[in-house]
């Protein structure tokens, strides 16, 4: 690296999870980047990653052009009677070129971080009370991490709201952080609640209970003290990552927990933070309700789009061979790798993810890096504008996927 | 150069009322006939009106609230659906319809414009993608203030005025907004703060700040800028039996100042009766009447299933109880404003919803002046907006209206004045509430109006007894010179503008406004700021900036 061409960038914004932090500092070299200041385990990596110039788009196991490759990728849409669109990570951008092409095609649209769909069913049946991380980091009292250790998927999010040190200036004193069926992690001073996973939602519906004056029989002593703590809350937050409930029928832990915080405001204030927004799961659910009117797992019929979270799950489409072509794209992770398939397959991988068995592979760039674009916060409010941080020729996926979609008719 | 033939022009911003002119596009824009330019095309619209394309001052399209109530409610959109043509994108909804079914809808009724009105300046990126993805109409948006930390902390800090207009001013620009719009004056703040109803005169519990002095500070600072739009207020109370006492003080908080007031309907309400709710809507039309300060935007409401999405989560959360079917959304957000999302279904056999329709109707009937008053049904909180053609009808057509009124809770029936209300609007009067009026209040001096000049934004109706039926279907839908929906049908798919203003301030409040993000926020304000260029990123095929000069 020549040290007199290297340029040094501030407030940048890290796509590498859902926290999207703003603040980092990173060099560059014109091919090579480094997070030297404010980065996390997650951002140096992923910052880090070298970038493989010249890298071919490969169709059947041979290096080919760009214009070869979306050649034989349309050719598989056209001719696919069921084509699965999977995202492992992409921005509002190419998810906006995805869906189009999903309509043109009629395909079945989904991502894959299935936590996501645990929290949307629990929207879609009853509701919430939720809060974002501004809020966290100025208000919040009391925050309850729930069957999470948090930093493990969000490396940043007690520094980022004013927990554990790095925050700049407030003389709020920190909230008090209490993790139930989770372990905290180092430099986080906090109560632990043991709690196996499968009784969470056991312990929020006797929580809840207590709440409305209906005291079961027998209350174990520390969770009526937690009670008696949560009462005192002046803005309490409890945050839960629907990726970590990873057990059957999830949502329904979740619904304990959020039916809960709505009993609680009945009299306090208190909110709840679904943590997500990882490889861009909550600006794909974004974009894709804005556009079609429904979330994910949506399939783009010649009558429309028809939403069934649990028979366009895209782990069950392709174990039960309902799709007969899949197209995944990953722009943020070259470790994500899209699922094993003998179908027909179009991968859109990040720069330097290793062509995978697929028929058509395309590196693409990264948002955030290789060009600018948007990803949402893991509170669902904020769009954090990604800037583009240096030129290297990479292909741009929305670029790639309007190609694909202008080589198409409708399929209808 | 495109010749319109033969139409009846209906055009009140230049006092035309059925004349019977030709009418000439070039280039997107009306312009005069001359004989240097050809005519390519001629349309025989003999015998048909012609009015400029309609404007929404008032519809929540864009935005987090939005998405969530699409997100909620799949039910809504079930049985909705459109699949993909080779001109439409697929799309759903009813009650909040996917943002392009949102744009063929609008533009099939003769809609040309349409203005967000609540979007949070943390969220405004949200409401600019959405809106960018709408397709055909013109879009803008009003940015929320008067719940946020750093305003209130201005306050309780007694900055001067001038640093609360440059803060507005910066605001507009960080959020490529055409106006400002305060929701429950320091009311959602507090609900934080865990208060659960605060009066206009009644101080904040954290700030110690009452909505009175937050009306009075941003209404100044709106005139002090010279921002066509005047303050789009959602007042304190909303839907609270005898909220008729806030609303007035609400127009008394503006000092005589331009002030413009969202929804009226929800907010005039009085208590009399056995069951406590009546109408208050002869003394709001009587308020408005006498203050040509006022202008109001109705939300009507009318019967059947809706979804209401609102920044308001202190009135959000205590109707909550209300929600049907049974799931809701409240939102803290980010020191900056709150939302709430409440599924409702208004019933005519219910009397508050009965009576709610009644004063709605009252309020445009006795307002005099169609220059002040507009026709909505604060999407989709009152109804959707496809129900407009439904509600002109129910202005036009006095035998139709009684219709109506007959098979209503006859308990609210009797409650209300609406029977002895002969009034009948003309053309003309609904041309001005929904084409001149809501150009001329949001400072669009190229829109709304038929004259060489302006945008070729124009809606041919077939005339027709059932108004309903005319304004559902116009006969040719033209947006920016193009043929974009013909009997009802998309036929042309464009992009519309995005509507802004950029009042200039002092620097010295980004300074400030620098070390408030670093300390308080989790965003930087580089980037919670949106540039020109950013906006195009989002979607919007151009801006439109309009200068900050107040029209007479």
């Known amino acids: 690296m020549n040290p007199a061409s290297l340029v040094l960038l501030d407030h940048v914004s890290c796509p590498f999870c859902g926290l999207l932090c703003d603040d980092l500092s990173v060099t560059g070299d014109g091919k090579t980047l480094a997070v030297v200041a404010r980065g996390c385990d997650k951002s140096r990596v992923q910052f880090g990653q070298a970038f493989p110039a010249n890298a071919p788009c490969v169709v059947d196991g041979n290096p080919v052009s760009l214009d070869a490759a979306i050649e034989r990728a349309t050719a598989i849409l056209r001719s696919s009677t069921q084509p699965l669109l999977l995202s492992g990570g992409a921005d509002v951008a190419s998810m906006r070129a995805l869906l189009a092409l999903a309509d043109r095609c009629g395909a079945v649209v989904d991502h894959t971080n299935e936590g996501l769909m645990r929290n949307i069913l629990v929207l879609q049946d009853s509701g919430w009370i939720t809060t974002t991380l501004t809020e966290i980091r100025n208000r919040a009292d009391l925050v309850l991490c729930v069957g999470t250790d948090v930093v493990s998927r969000f490396p940043r999010f007690f520094e980022r709201c004013g927990m554990g040190g790095g925050m700049l200036g407030d003389q709020r004193p920190a909230p008090e952080v209490i993790f139930l069926s989770a372990t905290p992690p180092a430099g986080i001073n906090a109560r632990t609640i043991d709690v196996a996973p499968n009784q969470i939602a056991e312990v929020f519906a006797v929580l809840r209970a207590l709440v409305n004056n209906k005291k079961p029989q027998r209350v174990e002593p520390q969770l009526e003290q937690l009670a008696q703590r949560i009462q005192r809350a002046r803005y309490g937050v409890v945050v839960w990552s629907a990726a970590d409930f990873d057990f059957s029928q999830a949502e329904l832990t ?159 | 150069m495109l010749r319109l033939k033969g139409g009846k022009i209906v055009d009140p911003a230049n006092g035309i009322d059925g004349e019977v002119r030709d009418l000439y596009i070039d280039g997107g824009r009306l312009v005069a006939p001359s004989l240097a330019h050809k005519i390519h095309e001629d349309i025989d619209i003999s015998g048909a009106l012609v009015m400029a394309g309609a404007i929404d001052l008032h519809t929540h399209i864009g935005g987090g609230k939005v998405n969530i109530a699409r997100a909620m409610l799949p039910e809504d959109h079930r049985g909705t659906q459109r699949g993909a043509t080779p001109l439409l994108r697929s799309g759903s909804g009813r009650a909040t319809p996917s943002t392009l079914t949102t744009g063929y809808r609008y533009a099939e009724m003769g809609y040309t414009a349409c203005f967000e009105p609540a979007m949070l300046p943390a969220n405004a990126r949200q409401a600019h993608m959405e809106m960018g993805d709408t397709p055909i109409v013109d879009k803008g948006a009003y940015a929320l203030l008067g719940n946020d930390d750093f305003l209130l902390r201005l306050m309780q800090e007694k900055a001067e005025q001038q640093v609360i207009n440059d803060y507005v001013a910066w605001t507009l620009r960080a959020s490529q907004a055409l ?309 009802g049908k998309t036929v042309g798919v464009t992009r519309g503008i995005t509507h802004t203003v950029k009042p200039d301030f002092d620097p010295a409040i980004e300074k400030r406004l620098r070390s408030y993000f670093e300390r308080y926020h989790t965003l930087s304000l580089d980037n919670f700021a949106i540039s020109d260029d950013e906006m195009i990123e989002c979607g919007s095929r151009a801006l439109l900036t309009h200068p900050c000069a107040r029209v007479a």
């Open chain 1, 254 to 412: 979740i619904q304990a927990i959020c039916e809960w915080v709505k009993d609680l405001n009945k009299t306090i204030r208190f909110a709840g933070l679904p943590l997500g927004g990882n490889q861009g799961d909550i600006s794909a659910h974004q974009t894709i309700t804005w556009q079609s009117g429904f979330p994910l797992r949506t399939r783009f019929t010649a009558q429309g789009p028809d939403y069934d979270p649990h028979r366009y799950a895209a782990r069950r489409l392709l174990a039960t061979d309902a799709v007969d072509a899949l197209l995944y794209i990953a722009e943020f992770d070259s470790n994500f790798a899209p699922p094993a398939t003998t179908l027909p397959s179009i991968v859109l991988g990040r720069a330097g993810m290793l062509p995978p068995p697929c028929t058509v592979f395309i590196p693409v760039g990264t948002p955030g890096i290789d060009r600018s674009g948007h990803l949402y916060r893991t509170d669902n409010v904020v769009a954090v504008p990604l800037k583009k941080l240096t030129e290297r020729g990479a292909y741009s996926a929305p670029q790639v996927l309007n190609q694909m979609t202008g080589g198409l008719a409708c399929f209808v």
């Open chain 2, 179 to 487: 106006g400002i719009k305060v929701v429950n004056p320091g009311g959602i703040s507090a609900f934080k703060f865990n208060t659960r109803k605060l009066d206009v005169d009644e101080a904040s519990p954290h700030y110690g700040i009452t909505p009175r002095a937050i009306l009075t500070t941003l209404t100044r600072a709106l005139h002090a800028l010279k921002v066509p739009h005047p303050l789009h207020v959602h007042a304190s109370n909303l839907g609270i039996p005898g909220n008729i006492e806030t609303t007035l003080a609400t127009i008394d908080a503006a000092e005589g100042l331009p002030i413009h007031l969202a929804h009226i309907q929800f907010h005039s309400y009085a208590k009399e009766g056995d069951r406590k709710f009546s109408s208050g809507a002869a003394r709001i039309a009587e308020a408005i009447n006498g203050h040509r300060n006022v202008s109001a935007d109705v939300g009507q409401i009318l019967f059947g299933q809706t979804v209401t999405a609102s920044g308001d989560s202190m009135a959000q959360h205590r109707n909550s109880v209300h929600a049907r079917p049974g799931k809701w959304v409240v939102m803290d957000i980010e020191c900056d404003a709150g939302c709430g999302v409440v599924p409702f279904k208004y019933r005519d056999q219910n009397f508050v919803n009965a009576l709610q329709w009644a004063i709605g109707l009252e309020i445009f009937l006795m307002v005099d002046d169609p220059w002040r008053i507009f026709l909505t049904t604060d999407h989709p909180n009152g109804a959707p907006f496809t129900s407009y053609p439904h509600l002109m009808r129910l202005l036009m057509d006095k035998s139709f209206r009684d219709d109506q009124l007959s098979r209503i809770h006859p308990d609210a029936a009797a409650a209300s004045c609406l029977g002895s209300l002969q009034r009948q609007y003309s053309l003309y009067e609904i041309a001005t509430m929904t084409r001149a009026a809501p150009a001329r209040i949001l400072g669009l001096t190229d829109r709304g109006h038929l004259a060489p000049g302006a945008a070729a934004d124009i809606t041919v109706y077939q005339v027709q007894n059932d108004a309903e039926a005319m304004f559902s279907a116009p006969e040719y839908v033209f947006k920016d010179g193009v043929l974009v929906a013909r009997r």
